[in-house]
Each structure stands twice: as structure tokens, then as C-alpha cells.
């Protein structure tokens, strides 16, 4: 059984992973200092809400997960990396008498708008109790010349 987490500043079951605010223009990624630092150690799983408001026709977003197993930077092994990309696995097809190769890679993951209106929905993800901070990375990629609002809330459990 996992240990109970107390809601508190430190271990918040509902935190937001970035503000309501216009995605960067250009399609560029949203800045490494601006992103907020989620404080995830022991939640098995998480469910981001998002919400977005296309800037005009064509509106999309990519999103990256990105997460780090050490608590604080200063924890990070010399040569390793703080912060990884959530990857996507596929299997490969098991045929008698082969060998079967699979293939994995970063995710990268696009919302295109159905309108104009304001859109939300939900995404989730295993964390399985190792992960300690998640980030969530975003930029226009739709209409880069109009770049939409984008709000993401996060919820733990």
C-alpha cells in the first residue's frame, strides 16, 4: 500500500501546469523559466485538464511531458539529465520462429480546435510513484501567426 500523502503545499493533489495565458508566437516552445514545476513524489497517476481557445482558424497546440525521478536539481547524477520527455511505446508483431523488434519514442502530441469556441479536455498519464516533478511544454502549431490561449490544470491521485 502506498503511503498516504498529505494535501499540503508540498504534496498538492490539484495544481495548475500552466496558466491561462496566449501561447508564444512564431510557434515557439514555451520558455524553460517560465514553465511551472509540479512537486509529484508517490501520486501513481495524473490527469491534465486542458483548456484552449484557438487564435484563429486552423488553431492547434503540441504538448511535451516532461519529468524528472530527482527532487531537486541539485540531486541530478554528473552526466544525466534533469528533465526527460514522456516516450510512447509501440510492440512489434510476435511471429513464430523471429524475432520481433518494438519501437519507442519521445511523445510529442498535437490538439487541433474543432472551432472557435473555447475547448476543454482531459489527457491521462501513469506515474506509477517514481516520478518527483512533472513540466508540461507548449506551443501554436496550427495557426502560428495566431496563437491561441492555452490553461493546464493537473490533478493527482
Known sequence: MPPTVPISATYLNMQIA?????????????L???????????F???????????????????????????SIAANVPAGAQQWMVMPLYASGAVVAGADTTSTIQ???????????????????????????RLRIRARESGNVGAPGTLQIQAVFS
Open 44 to 70: 501513481d497517476d495524473v490527469t491534465l485538464n486542458f483548456t484552449y481557445t484557438r487564435g484563429g482558424a486552423g488553431g492547434a497546440f503540441d504538448f511535451q511531458i516532461e519529468y524528472s525521478p530527482y
Open 106 to 132: 519521445r511523445e510529442l502530441i498535437t490538439y487541433q480546435a474543432t472551432g472557435a469556441a473555447v475547448e476543454t479536455f482531459p489527457y491521462s498519464v501513469a506515474l506509477d510513484g517514481t516520478i518527483e
Open 18 to 30: 500552466r496558466v491561462s495565458a496566449i501561447l508564444l508566437a512564431a510557434g515557439a516552445w514555451d
Open 32 to 42: 524553460d523559466a517560465g514553465l511551472l514545476i509540479l512537486p509529484c513524489p508517490y
